[in-house]
């Protein structure tokens, strides 16, 4: 009797507040945004239709939103059981399905599996290093507002998320904060301590294109009361991509380009550039290609160019990278894809540093999806073997153990812990050395607060290992940094955020001069599409 009743019970808690058409990541999706946890939940393919079942009621006014590439239609009706979504795509696009607190998500189409380079902007675990100035712009993961207030806002946007122009759908924002911290950007790893205030405009794009879709992003930062002329320079980021899924092949084509000073995890992701900064440029263009749609086996490859400019003087060097992978796909099930590929990267030489010069070779078993119950994300293993030939003695090899994970486990609706692990070789500007190492581990947690606030905490290690003898120690160079922040933020509005965080970095190296310690507060008020209330 007690378990009927805590059914009931459950069932007359959840309703569904929203249903909303939007793009996450390289994918269109379709979201359904629940007053309480799903008390179940069904999800099966039948000929060209995903069918999702849920037992919850749904306001009767309730419409579909507007359908885009590669979903074709979407229809909502009523079953004996609840409520039912009905979304038509062809055949072979497959889906995922994500569970998120209060907000399901079904996801169509190929998500990107590249690999980053070894050189690229930084992995999931890298996010907790990349310096403090400027400021994370992403708002901190707070719930959907609650009652009344959600279910005013969901009856208002049941088209796609953001601003339609025809095909072309708009997600413009802005955020604005106030830092106070320190940060090594001079010419020495001394901490310099300055406030200043950021204002960060961004406009993504979407637009159907040959039965795919065009995506497009820009975001400046402009800094403004800082008592440096080297902060006040103005950051850029844009990006585009070309996605193209047909019945045999999956085509995607992307390219970023950044450009400042302050953001050293673009030039170097690993930390060891942190002080003596100059201005940047970084351009990425990547392709993958996959064969084979129709089945569960297919054919996957892929490839990257790097190319990082930096100004003279500074405390990094100018390269590129070319990186080629290629190998086998696996659906294990609608939302876990397993991949085991070779991969082949090529540094030249640097004409600002020869030890540069390397080729790697790399075999990696993958897994992307729901990998656990409830524990979603990814998962790399491999072997490398890495030769730098124009290294000093000690530094001209690597071969072992490479790593990279992403993990987020969900204990209750609005409880998450995201665990991410790395292992890596990263490109190095200290004196003989061609790389060094990266260890890497982060964890962090967000939970529901009282007042509707959100609580953001993680902890995150570097353990840089490096190969060649230090001139001033006789033995090589080993750094350990340890960071830390805490943050607690509340959705004002679906489309307004507040936050503040603290943030805390000590570095620990046997290279005296490298041992710092540095913080940050920053004060964050956001307003647009950040593509959900608030999250």
């Known amino acids: 009797m007690s378990a009927v009743l805590a059914a009931a019970i459950a069932l007359e808690q959840a ?10 990541g390289s994918r269109q999706a379709v979201s359904v945004v629940t007053s309480a ?43 004996a059981d609840g409520f039912a979504l009905r979304v038509q795509v ?13 907000r399901l998500t079904v996801l169509f189409g190929e998500e990107s599996r590249a690999d980053p380079a070894p050189q690229g902007p930084g992995s999931d675990v890298d996010q907790l290093y990349r310096g403090l100035f400027p400021p994370s712009s992403e708002p901190l993961a707070v719930s959907e507002p609650a009652g009344p207030m959600a279910s005013a806002a969901g009856a208002g946007d049941q088209g796609s998320e953001g601003l339609r122009i025809g095909a072309l759908s708009l997600r413009p924002a802005v955020s604005v904060s106030y830092v106070d911290g320190e940060s090594a950007f001079l010419d020495t790893p001394q901490p310099t301590r300055d406030q200043y205030f950021q204002v960060e405009p961004r406009v993504a794009a979407d637009l159907p294109f040959l039965g795919g879709q065009i995506t497009a992003d820009y975001a400046p930062r402009f800094r403004r009361g800082s008592a440096f002329s080297i902060v006040e320079q103005a950051s850029h980021f844009a990006g585009a991509s070309l996605e193209i899924p047909t ?11 950044a450009k400042g000073i302050l953001e050293t995890y673009e030039v170097d992701p690993g930390g060891e550039y942190f002080f003596q900064l100059g201005p940047y440029e970084r351009n990425s263009l990547g392709g993958e290609l996959r064969l084979g749609r129709g089945g569960r086996l ?27 992978r290629g190998g086998l796909g696996y659906e294990a099930s609608p939302s876990l894809h397993v991949s085991l590929l070779y991969g082949y990267q090529r540094v030249p030489a640097s004409p600002q540093r020869a030890e540069s010069d390397s080729r ?16 979603t994300g990814r998962l790399s293993v491999g072997y490398t073997d890495q030769r730098s030939p124009k290294a000093a003695s000690g530094g001209t090899s690597f071969s072992g153990l490479t790593l990279g994970a992403s993990l987020r486990k969900e204990f209750t609706p609005s409880t998450t812990v995201s665990l991410g692990a790395e292992r890596a070789t990263r490109l190095s500007a200290f004196e003989d050395n061609a790389f060094y190492v990266s260890n890497a581990g982060l964890a962090q947690l967000t939970a529901p607060l009282l007042l509707g606030f959100a609580l953001n905490a993680g902890a995150g290690y570097h353990w840089n ?12 160079r080993e750094d350990r940094i340890f960071g830390w922040s805490v943050g607690v933020g509340r959705a004002v509005t679906r489309r307004a955020y507040v936050r503040a965080d603290y943030r805390r970095e000590q570095r620990s190296s046997n290279v005296d001069a490298f041992d710092i310690t540095t913080d940050a507060l920053v004060v964050q008020l956001g307003i647009g599409f950040f593509g959900g209330a608030g999250r």
């Open 37 to 79: 946890a799903l008390p179940g939940v069904g999800v099966r393919r039948d000929g060209n239709e995903v069918i999702l079942t849920l037992a919850v009621s749904a306001a009767a006014a309730l419409e579909p939103p507007a359908a885009a590439p590669p979903i074709e239609a979407i229809r909502i009706g009523r079953e």
């Open 298 to 324: 297919a054919l996957e490859g892929g490839g990257d160019y790097t190319k990082v400019d930096v100004g003279s003087g500074t405390g990094f060097f100018d390269y590129e990278s070319w990186t080629a």
């Open 90 to 102: 062809a055949r072979e696009v497959p889906y995922a399905v994500r569970r998120e607190g209060t």
């Open 465 to 476: 290992e490096y190969r060649t003898a230090a001139s001033a120690l006789g033995r090589p």
């Open 15 to 24: 309703r569904i507040l929203a249903v909303r058409s939007e793009r996450v």
């Open 360 to 375: 790697a070779h790399s075999l990696s078993l993958n897994f992307d999806g729901d990998i656990l119950p409830l524990i």
């Open 247 to 257: 019945a045999t092949f999956h085509f995607k084509l992307s390219e970023r380009y």
